[in-house]
């Protein structure tokens, strides 16, 4: 019969001469999300496995009082309370200089950690040190798989399938979907182009030969660009099934068209960087493109429907009128 879950053993540097050093320090990033955020650490301290494990909780100035919730609730974890929203990428980046382990876990605060998947996860990344980065599956609330723990890096083929709908027409499709691979449930240990920041381990000294997160990524494409430097290095990023958390994604982004507007910059960004210079053109034009279908979809439905105040017409207006600007990309940023 398999072991169920165990309790994670946490370090905390007031015990560090007893303890010696954590085994993984894990980063949650949080933005007013304190009950999320309660119920993630709760949970992963229930049921993360028979690991030492830091944990550094970074939040990015909250308003619902989520670091004093924290450090009331947990006293041993370490929490930072930032004056301002510094964006993911930053509050990992800042986090991890307070790490003492030599692997990091990057772990969302929306989340809820199943079956020793801290344990797992590591001994995963452990026998296979080509990985580099390493992820697991994620879930919904309902148990049902949550493809977006991992994807296909962005090409001409999956940006145009994405214009045209077709990966949402055929969404269990392996071609029209290649970016997040429809044809795969994530119950098999793969390797992928990209292992996303919401369970995400990588050894320390990766991350710190890195750099960390490029910070010009604010809210999204940060891991992605992480594992397209790491693959450059020859590192294949790996992703294994007997690593799962519940993930309700988008936790810390309500407002629909501030999220599209940033993944589009994100995307754009990665076009620049990653792609060879002859085919940046195409991909630029493939995101206008992705725009533009949508942009004129919801005008159409909003005729028909006689419904000029529908949310996905307002949305998608929004979306095309600052084209010009998201198309640009993010811009350099300072650390």
């Known amino acids: ?19 010696g050093p954590p085994e993984v320090s894990i980063l ?23 690991v030492l494990a830091e944990v550094i909780v970074y939040d990015n100035a909250s308003h619902d009082g989520s670091a004093e919730a924290i450090r009331e609730k947990f006293p041993r974890i370490h929490t930072v309370a930032s004056s301002e929203n510094l964006g993911f ?63 296909n890096r ?32 994530r119950d098999s240990e793969r390797r992928v182009d990209v292992v996303v920041g919401c369970f995400l381990m990588i050894p320390k000294a990766l991350w710190d030969r890195l750099g960390g997160f490029d910070l010009k990524y604010f809210m999204y494409g940060e891991e992605a660009d992480l594992c397209h430097r790491a693959r450059a290095l020859g590192y294949t990023p790996m992703v294994t099934p007997e690593a799962t958390i519940m993930h309700l994604v988008g ?17 754009a960004t990665l076009i620049r960087e990653h792609w060879a210079p002859w085919s940046v053109p195409i991909g630029l034009f493939l995101l206008w493109l992705w725009s533009a279908v949508r942009f004129f ?30 198309l640009k990309g993010y811009g350099e940023i300072q650390d």
């Open 89 to 151: 990428a930053k509050a990992n980046n800042l986090a991890s200089r307070l790490a003492h382990a030599g692997m990091l876990l990057l772990l969302n605060p929306d989340t809820e950690t199943y079956d020793n998947a801290v344990a797992n996860l590591l001994a995963f990344a452990r026998r296979n040190p080509q990985g580099g980065i390493y992820g697991g599956r994620t879930v919904f609330p309902d148990g049902s798989l949550n493809p977006g723990s991992c994807c």
């Open 251 to 267: 936790a810390s982004t309500n407002v629909r068209a501030e999220k599209i507007l940033l993944v589009g910059q994100a995307r």
């Open 1 to 19: 019969m398999a072991a169920g879950p165990r309790p994670l053993r946490l370090w905390s540097a007031a015990e560090a001469a007893r303890l």
């Open 297 to 326: 979809f919801y005008r159409l439905q909003a005729l028909v429907l006689g419904r000029p105040d529908l949310p996905g017409r307002l949305t998608w207006d929004r979306v095309w009128r600052e084209r010009n600007l998201w």
């Open 28 to 50: 949650i990033v949080s933005y007013n999300t304190r009950a999320l955020t309660l119920k993630a650490i709760e949970t992963l301290l229930d049921a993360g496995g028979d």
């Open 154 to 185: 962005i090409s001409i083929h999956s940006q145009l399938c994405r214009a045209l709908y077709l990966d949402k027409l055929f969404p269990r499709s392996g071609f029209f979907n290649a970016e997040a691979i429809g044809n795969w449930k």
